[in-house]
């Protein structure tokens, strides 16, 4: 864990000094942030209840905000301006996934997801999005349990997939039915920082177990959609879409536990997929 800890202050302090030296800071966001909400009143609003749609890539990028925003707090003795909270990682990986045309529909059968027809479509098909679906609408649901969030569980509710809805939960008791061991991880981890002992390694080391434990179920339960990483691994010879420091901690911790969960890569295919994409330009491959 010390050797864990000493890489992620190195990853963050690249990415602080990205931060400092960018012209452009709006450029180092993920795809769509400033228009993306960071409150739960900014989603639309249908017989009393907020209506989230983690299909939509705003809406699910939505659900980082909030838990970035309302987290601020406990990682500010970490460094100014929010820029050394660990949950960074989760929505840059999702921006990376989505500039790299992983969220797309992979099958060809929709538009979900092409440039020119529904760029915001985020689709059940992909393997990625499914397995990120437990990287966020899960710390966002353990979040709101935990009571860290000031938002009550009656406030909102999350639609289902256009299939395959069993597959996946929606709502703090359901999802703790399906899923516990990554509710409790997740919920472990916002108990913890809320600790006024809580220190870094303390933080890493949960969201550790958290974010490995989200992994777990989604790779056993969408093996039937594991060959499209190794497609991935094939399409795309001449990316030129690199990865931030932030996000290459949460791409390899993903890659490595797919890898030693489901042996979907070996090593070098794994080392070698990170710097890759699986399209060069998602507008033009549409069906």
């Not at 992983?102 to 099958?107: I, Y």
């Not at 440039?115 to 966002?140: G, H, I, M, Q, R």
């Amino acid at each position: 864990m010390a050797v864990l800890a000493s890489w992620v202050w190195v990853l963050i302090g690249y990415l602080s000094a990205a931060v400092a030296e960018n012209s452009n800071p709006s450029s180092l966001y993920p795809p769509f942030w400033e228009d993306t909400s960071g409150e739960i009143s900014g989603f639309a609003l249908e017989d009393g209840k907020y209506i989230i749609n983690p299909w939509v890539f705003t809406d699910r990028m939505g659900l980082y905000k909030i838990l970035l925003s309302k987290t601020a707090p406990y990682f500010a003795k970490y460094g100014p301006e929010n820029e050394q909270n660990l949950l960074w990682g989760l929505p840059m990986q999702f921006g990376w996934q989505y500039r790299t045309g992983r969220l797309v529909d992979p099958t060809g059968r929709t538009t979900c997801g092409y440039k020119t027809f529904d760029e915001l479509c985020v689709s059940v098909d992909s393997w990625w999005a499914d397995v990120n679906y437990f990287l966020s609408v899960l710390p966002f649901l353990a979040a709101v349990d935990s009571g860290i969030l000031g938002i009550s569980s009656d406030e909102f509710t999350i639609l289902p997939p256009p299939l395959d809805e069993s597959r996946f939960c929606y709502n703090v008791s359901d999802c703790k039915k399906l899923v516990g061991e990554i509710m409790d991880s997740w919920t472990t981890f916002f108990q913890y920082m809320q600790l006024p002992s809580s220190d870094f390694d303390g933080l890493l080391q949960h969201l550790w177990a958290a974010h490995t434990a989200s992994l777990e179920y989604p790779i056993s339960v969408f093996a039937d959609r594991r060959q499209e990483v190794m497609d991935t691994i094939e399409i795309d010879k001449s990316s030129t879409e690199p990865l931030n420091a932030t996000t290459l901690f949460l791409t390899v911790l993903s890659v490595v536990t797919v890898q030693s969960k489901a042996s979907i890569l070996d090593t070098s295919e794994a080392v070698e997929a990170i710097d890759r994409t699986p399209y060069e330009d998602p507008d033009t491959e549409a069906p």
